[in-house]
Each structure stands twice: as C-alpha cells, then as structure tokens.
C-alpha cells in the first residue's frame, strides 16, 4: 500500500476552543451589529477569518524569542533579521516595521504624491488603503481571467502585461513611482503568479524606468506553486525559486504575519541607498529606530527563523495540502469557490451560491453571517464591503466577485476542523433558496470600513 502524506510537524502544544449553541451565536451577532470582526474570538469554533499572524510557531521560533536582543541600537536580533532577508530574499536594506502595512506607510510616505499611478494586481486592502488616503490612483492590471470563478488556470493572479504597458503609456513616469505585484494575489483568490510573469513584469518595469515592489506577503507559497506548475522549477529549492523571483524586484513589503509564520511583524526592503535613507525618516517618525522599527528584539529572532523554515518544501507542502483538501471536500458537495484552490484560502462565490439576494444587500457578508450561525465558523468578506465607496463619487462600489474567504492559518487546525468547515458550507449551500435578504449598513468609515461597520438585516 502506498504510504499516504502527513504534516511535517508534531504538536507539542495545544489551545482549547470551545463549540456553542445557534441560539448563542444569534445572540453574539446581533450583538456585534452583524460585522464578523466584532465577534469575542471565545464565541469563535474554527476561526478562518485570517492567515494573518494565526499561525503556529516552531520551537525553534520559540528558542528564538529567549534569545531576543532588546538593545535600542544594533541589536543581534536585527543582525539576524538583516542577514535572512539579504539570505533568502536577496535584499541588502531591510527596515523592520511592526506589520505589513506599517511598510507600506513608511514606503509611500516617501514616494507617493497627490495625483500618483500605482498599477498593480489587485492591491491588497492595506494598500490600496495607502494609495488612496495619498490622494493617488491604484490601477487594477490583473488578467480578466482572475475573475472568472470556475476557470482553472495553473497562475491566475497574474499581471496583464497589456494593461500595465497601456498605463505605462498612458501616464508619464514621473506620475509612476512604482508598480505592485502581490504574491500570491490574495484578493485574486490566494492565487499564484508564474515566475515568467515575475520576470516580464519585473522587465516592464523596467523598460519604462518604474521601479517593481513585490508585495510579498505569501512569497513562500507562491514560490511552492512554481515549483509544483511551472515548466523548469520542479527540480530547484524553494529557496532558489524565491531568489529568482525576488531578485527581479526593487523593493519588498512584507507582512510577516504570513508566510514568516510569526504573530506580528512585517519589513520594508530595498537595494536603492537614496530610497534607503528616504524611508528612513519616516520610520523612525513612525515605527522606530531603524534596527527595531516597532518589533521586539525577540520577534525579530523568530521572523528571521521563520523566513529560514518556511521556504522549506515540507512546510509548505503540508500548508498548500490543507487548503486543497479543503477544497476537495467542497467539491464533493457541489459548493462553488474560486477555482483552483489558493495558497492560503478557499473564497467561496457568494453570488452563485446566495443568488436570492441583492447586490445591495452585501451578498459575501451574508454568506459569512450564515456560516457563523451554521457552525460558529468565521470567514471575512472579500466583496463591496471590503471594497469601500469610490472615493470621487461617494457610491458603493460593487465589485465582480463577492467572495467569502476561509484563510487557514498556517500550523493551527487539523483535517478534523476542514470536515467541519466543509459540513457547514454544505449545510448553507443545502438551504441556499430560502437565505433572501441580506443586510445594510447603519456606520461605517470612509476608509477600510470593513473592520468596523454595522450592519442590521434588511427589512
Ligand atoms: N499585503 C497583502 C497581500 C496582505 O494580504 C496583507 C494583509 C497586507 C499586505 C498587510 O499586512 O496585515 O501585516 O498589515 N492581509 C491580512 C489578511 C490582513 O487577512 O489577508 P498586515
């Protein structure tokens, strides 16, 4: 009998979660006016709302927090840090910042200006976020066919080079302070991107003189994808896939909360020395000095770590397995999702299952209210919640995919909890018909409304 695959791992800690009755959860939604990010994780069972900073560290990630050096200046710990991103994303400036989007901050309040383009693959929130409150323009340039749920394609968060070379023309390239190319496209569905495409992005770029920022938050996982579809790759280490591709970039931001399996934390890098010191006075200003910039000397130590251990194959082998076999079973039912399967996430499409309610209505964010209510399970709306209004008209904007993203993190739940998942997605789906309103909004912001609107069920 051919031996079946299993985690690459074994547990030696755990965390108690705890079930609960519908009446509860009716109860607990209603309290958090309906916004799934206001729930007390205590009234959570499996919680799929993100990959972000939920994952499990390794004891060697551990070790690495007792070994912390929290000096103010010329801490080891950034030593550390400095030498595995110049090691395995070939970066030589690296400014540490305490997540994400805090890199994105510091990076365009150096560059970016009122009036700026920054086409790109489907930014992430965060930074579409960042562009927009600058007053600057993010254009979408991701193949057409991303949005087509049911089409497998081997890289479909692709960049469409057509559409970059149009924007490239269109505006001068002073009005162009950078391109961004996010991998995996996390808004694309978790969906990878071809080093092909990488690499004529990456020339694009760079025939028009516009620097290329790779938004490298699931890196390790896009360059998983690579390995296991592209012509070429099947035979090199995820660490030579992740040099190549990193290496055709000027600048990286990084959410570490990912793909560096850590809790928090995140990274700006760079190879321009006038970039270097540019961005340096915003993150002291806003992070910290320029070897911390808002992490702990410890979690710095278990970043570094976790960059080294999670551009291993077995590592990503187990994570990427889990989120396919998620899928597998969602097959099994008939539930429709984003085809194929992504990195990090299932997105269920919530307009062909929900079909009954209106656009207005916020199709995603209901499929989400359900599944809660369905087995305490919760996913985060990727659709016009998410979207925010158009920042000229004021209008909702409804965007062509109303997803419902199940994000595993990475290490933290068992094949066990996927049968769970899939079993209340069924069990939604199986009632589809009779779900017919939706929900509207009673507050919400003007930006990244997403985190706190209130919501109450449509009359
Ligand atoms: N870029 C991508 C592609 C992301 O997915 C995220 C965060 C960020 C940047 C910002 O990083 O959270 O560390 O500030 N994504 C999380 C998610 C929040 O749930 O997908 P951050």
Redesign the pocket.
């Known amino acids: 009998m051919e031996i079946p695959f299993s985690e690459a791992y074994r547990i030696k800690m755990v965390e108690p979660i705890h079930k609960s009755t519908r009446e509860q959860r009716e109860q607990w939604i209603k309290q958090a006016h309906y916004n799934l990010f206001s729930l007390k994780s205590s009234q959570v069972f499996i919680d799929v709302?993100?990959?972000?900073?939920t994952g499990a560290m390794s004891d060697r990630q551990w070790s690495g927090m007792m070994l912390g050096d929290e000096s103010y200046a010329g801490a080891s710990s950034f030593q550390n840090l400095k030498d595995a991103v110049e090691k395995i994303c070939t970066f030589p400036l690296v400014i540490p910042t305490?997540?994400?989007?805090?890199?994105?901050n510091v990076l365009y309040s150096a560059t970016l200006k009122e009036g700026d383009i920054v086409p790109g693959n489907s930014?992430?929130?965060?930074?579409k976020g960042h562009i927009e409150f600058r007053k600057a323009v993010a254009v979408d340039c991701t193949i057409d066919a991303a949005s087509n749920t049911e089409l497998e394609l081997p890289f479909k968060g692709e960049m469409d080079l057509n559409k970059l070379e149009d924007c490239f023309k269109k505006y001068p390239k002073e009005q162009i302070p950078m391109c961004v190319l996010?991998?995996?496209?996390?808004?694309a569905g978790g969906q990878p991107v071809s080093m092909k495409n990488v690499r004529e992005t990456s020339e694009l770029c760079h025939k028009y003189g516009i620097p290329l920022q790779i938004?490298?938050?699931?890196f390790a996982e896009n360059a998983y994808f690579i390995k296991m579809r592209e012509e070429g790759y099947a035979d090199k280490s995820i660490k030579e896939i992740v040099r190549e591709m990193l290496s055709y970039a000027d600048i990286m931001?990084?959410?570490?909360?990912?793909d560096a399996v850590v809790n928090?934390?995140?990274f700006l890098a760079m190879r321009d020395e006038e970039l270097y010191h540019k961005c340096s006075m915003y993150a002291v200003m806003n992070e910290g000095f320029l070897t911390y910039g808002g992490m702990n000397g410890r979690d710095m130590n278990a970043l570094a770590i976790g960059l080294d251990e999670n551009t291993e194959f077995d590592m990503l082998d187990t994570r990427i397995r889990q989120v396919a076999y998620l899928g597998s079973k969602l097959d099994e039912y008939g539930v429709p999702y984003q085809r194929p399967a992504g990195g990090?996430?299932i997105f269920l499409d919530a307009k062909k299952i929900l079909t009954h309610v209106p656009k207005e209505q916020f199709i995603a964010q209901t499929l989400g209210i359900e599944l809660y209510l369905e087995a305490g399970i919760r996913g985060?709306e990727i659709g016009s919640i998410l979207a925010d209004r158009d920042p000229k008209t004021g209008e909702n904007r409804y965007p062509k995919l109303e997803l419902l993203?199940l994000?595993i993190p990475r290490r933290t739940y068992t094949n066990n909890h996927m049968d769970v998942i899939a079993a209340a997605c069924k069990n939604v789906y199986d009632r589809r018909e009779s779900i017919t309103r939706g929900y509207v909004i009673t507050r919400e912001l003007p930006v990244l409304r997403h985190f706190t609107v209130e919501l109450e069920p449509a009359k």
Do not use: I, P
């Open positions: 709302l993100t990959d972000s900073g305490h997540q994400g989007r805090a890199a994105e930014h992430f929130d965060t930074t996010t991998v995996t496209n996390n808004t938004d490298g938050a699931r931001t990084m959410s570490s909360k990912k928090m934390g995140g990090h996430a985060v993203r994000a």
